[in-house]
Every structure is written in structure tokens, then in C-alpha cells.
């Protein structure tokens, strides 16, 4: 049998090549906006965006600085929609500390912006941008990230304008009517495995508040990576939405295993159903 | 802020009618058709559709009168997709007891459909039937139970006609590409928060298939809430997806609370968003 050689030795180029350059298509995520979250269960992992919701992110990495919400519990969590978590009582009690703040439930048009490539139920146009899920308004000039399972954002009052301290996180389908209806400024890049283990509360009483404090799940700490030493830090890599890679994985998705779905394939995506690669690296 | 009344006034007529009649909007499950399932987390109940799938449903009654599932185990659990349950490592090869089906994909339109009300980006229409999620071909004639959380299902291989003994239940944000593709009959009444403590497998290694045994959460029994003695049978009312009160709730969901929301309502909603009501009455 016949070897063609060029083509091996092109193809083991290219690997030492990739090998030479692995973040290629992956970007390293600062450590300042890496939250970890630990949990019983295990540690929940989020980015923060700070382009998107610069004040919001500057809050709770002041909450963080000031280990707010060590010790503090999952007090509200609804299978299928959020598990929320915080002061919990006390919420809506505006603390002089930590005032109400102004909503950002969107920014401007302006980021590396990856069309998902078909349309969305809920906005005029939906893709990713920095490995964020984000809705666009061309006309209106408008973007914000999206509610997808994963995504980190801060609960409030009736007033947009009275968020403080209290967060959320997506645990089921999408609700979408949150959409710019509150401020969503992160997404969970591992850890969903453990949100889900958390204490669920009933729905029907009381928004899902668990009632019983013994019954939730407690907050054990929360810190950002960088203030880690360097050498307990690990490492998050976050697949570059605009690049080669990205596009050759959605259209994998779009046009999955033909020897599976060969029967009926169906060339449109949830962009709420697309998971953006992560790496970890352990120190 | 103008609040729409009308819905409200609706929505406190229906639950007004429905305090004085209380069985009137919601349906007793058959309990021939009430898969109980239990884990060391918790019991999950599953309704079965026979309408939509009558040999899976007889298949698995078979099953479920053989024992088959007791001491079997979750040995495949996708975060945010599904949960699969069954003998495991034995997939694929067809014992003579339990030969493979012939897909039950979709059959002919005919149930008590209510539309949900807006568009879909899957299916010409969707809507609900006897509280499962459905959709609709028109054209084709054909309907059939979409994949939303909760959406129990069996796998099969690359074959549509090889399904056996091996199940699923989606755990995710809607994997709607399985629609049709798998045959779906039934959707989970009560539990999927002990389906979300599953243990996990690594999705990017075997499928998600968990390789140690030991890691896997067992399947402790299944049984037919029919094959209990009247006096330990929970019964099951599902409210009825044609009735008064379930086109209130939607309205509900379609102009949710208006002090919160009023911000942006957004009239839109997914079929996957909507959780059908579910009575348990404990015997």
C-alpha cells in the first residue's frame, strides 16, 4: 500500500504548530472576573461581564472583597427556573452599605458579535459574544446577554432600580421573559452539576423561599481567582466565539450524527442549547 | 404604569370556579399509566401517553411487570440533557424477550388540542394534549410529544426501529432535535429534582456513559402505581389543558405580574416554559 507522505507530514506540522499555540481559539479568562462559589455539593464556577453591567460587576466583587456572602444560604431555589442566593431575609432592606443600583439590563451595540445563524422567538437577532449568550435590537442599538441556564445575575424589587446584593442563577429552561427585565452580568462555566444537588424549595409557598434555614444550603465561601496565590489558581479557558473552532462546532450541531438523525435533521439551534466549551486547568 | 386588569380579573374568576368545583379543571390519572420510580433521592413519577405510543407504553408496562428495571441503574446522566436509565453495558444487544420496536415517532392528529398561542421555531404548531406538550404538522397530519424537561422517552440505536428496554428522561434545556426522532411517551408529574441529584457522567467521554458501576445511582424499583394496593396509592390529577383555568394560567404566564414585568412584558411563551399543573393526594 501506498503512504502519501506529504500530507502526514503536513498534518504533523500543523499539530506541532497547534501544540506550539494551544490557546488558539480559546481565550484565558482573567482571573479577577472568575467567581468561585463553594458548596457542599462542590464549587460553582462563574465569569463575570464586566461590559456588560460594569456597576453591577464592581458591586459584587466589592460584596466578595468584603466575604459578604460567606456563610450566607441558597434561600430560594425552584427546580426547573433559579436558585437564588444571599441575605434572603433581609433582602429588600436596602443596607446604607450596599445601596440599590441602578438597573443595566442592556449596553450598546459593540462586541465581537457571533450570529447563532437562524432566528429567536424573543429578539430580532441572537449569537455570542465572548462566549456569552447575547440578544441584539439592531434598530433599537441595543444587546444583553441572555437568560440561558447558567446565567449569573442580580435579583431586585418591583423597581428596576433596587438590586443589591442578592443573586441568581438559571437552573432550567430558559426564561426568556427576564430578559432585560433584570441585569444579567455572567455565566456559570462549570459547577451546574452542583447548583443542581441544592435543597429545592416549593414553588407554590412563598416564591419557592425555604422557609426553614436548616433546610438550605449554605454559601461556604466565595472568592474571586486573583485573590488566590498563584499557585492554588486554576486556570479557565473559554472557547473564542468568533472563531474557526466555534463555527465548526455549531455546525456540528446543526447538522448532527446523519447516521443518528439521518431520519429527520433539522437545521435550527436554541441558542440557549448551545454550551460553549470551557478548559480547566488545575494549579 | 397602567396594569392590564383583565387578565388578573380571569385569571381570580378561574381559581374562584375552581375552589367550588375542585376536581372540575383537573384529570385523575389512570393509574395503569403512573410510572413510579424510586431512587435514593426520592420517588419520580412518570404519566404515560399509550395515545401517543401504545407499543413503547405496552413494552414498558412488560417491563415493568417483569422487574426488569429493579437494581438497574442511571448509568448514563448528561447535565442540562438527560438522564438514562436501564442495563447499561448490555445496550444494544437484543435479548429474544424483549425484541426491538418499531418507532412510535408520531401518529395521526386527533387529540384534545389547545394551541399555545404564539409561534414555535421547531413545529407549525404547538400547544398541549391531556397535559402533555405537543406538536403538529397540519399539512402532514401528524403530531407528536415534544422534548422538554421532563420528556420521557426510550433510546435507541442508530436504527429508528431498535429501541428495546432502555429509557430516558430529558433534564435539560429542550433538546428539541430528538422530536420525532426518538419515541417520546410520557412526561414526568412529580420528582425531577431528584432526578437533577443523579449522579453525573463526563459528557465528553463516552457519551456521558458513567464506566464505574459504583459511581452510577441505582434504579431501587418501578412500579406501576396500579400494581399498589388502593390504600398505598397516591392518586394523580393533572389539570386539564382544555379547560378554563389552564387558558388563565397561560394568560397569566403570557402577562406575568405586571409590578415586576411592566418594564418589558413580553408575550411570548416557549411550550417548555410550561409546567402543567399537578395534584398529588397522598393515600
Known amino acids: 500500500m501506498k503512504i502519501p507522505l506529504i500530507p502526514i507530514i503536513a ?8 501544540a506550539a499555540e494551544p490557546a488558539k481559539d480559546f481565550r484565558v479568562v482573567d482571573p479577577a472576573n472568575v467567581m468561585l462559589i463553594d458548596t457542599r455539593y462542590g464549587q460553582i464556577v462563574v465569569e463575570l461581564a464586566p461590559g456588560f453591567a460594569p456597576n453591577h460587576v464592581a458591586r459584587i466583587k466589592a460584596l466578595i472583597h468584603a466575604r459578604f456572602y460567606d456563610g450566607l444560604s441558597f434561600y430560594r431555589v ?12 433581609e433582602e429588600g432592606k436596602a443596607s446604607p452599605k450596599w445601596p440599590p443600583l441602578k ?26 459574544e465572548d462566549g456569552f449568550p447575547v440578544a441584539r435590537d439592531p434598530k433599537a442599538g441595543r444587546e444583553w446577554i441572555i437568560h440561558c441556564p447558567g446565567t449569573f445575575a442580580f435579583a431586585r424589587g418591583n423597581d428596576p432600580d433596587s438590586a443589591t446584593t442578592e443573586f441568581y442563577i438559571v437552573i432550567g429552561e430558559a426564561p426568556r421573559r427576564l430578559d432585560r427585565n433584570l441585569t444579567a452580568f455572567g455565566r456559570v462555566l462549570s459547577g451546574m452539576q452542583y447548583l443542581q444537588k441544592l435543597q429545592r424549595g416549593n414553588p407554590d409557598v412563598a416564591m419557592g423561599v425555604i422557609a426553614d434555614p436548616a433546610k438550605r444550603d449554605t454559601i461556604i465561601r466565595v472568592r474571586l481567582a486573583s485573590e488566590l496565590p498563584p499557585a492554588q489558581r486554576p486556570t479557565f479557558e473559554v472557547m473564542r ?10 455546525e456540528s450541531k446543526r447538522h448532527p450524527a446523519p447516521e443518528f438523525y439521518g431520519n429527520k435533521p433539522f437545521p435550527i439551534l436554541d441558542i440557549c442549547g448551545v454550551t460553549v466549551p470551557v478548559k480547566v486547568i488545575s494549579p
Chains 1, 2 share one sequence.
Open 103 to 128: 438597573a443595566e439590563f442592556d449596553r450598546p451595540l459593540g462586541g465581537p458579535f457571533t450570529p447563532l445563524g437562524n432566528a429567536d422567538l424573543y429578539a430580532p437577532e441572537v449569537g455570542f
Open 78 to 89: 425552584v427546580d426547573g427556573f433559579v436558585a437564588q442566593g444571599g441575605v434572603g431575609e
Open 11 to 18: 498534518f504533523l506540522l500543523a499539530v506541532a504548530v497547534q
Open 241 to 250: 466565539t468568533d472563531s474557526k473552532a466555534f463555527a465548526a462546532l455549531l
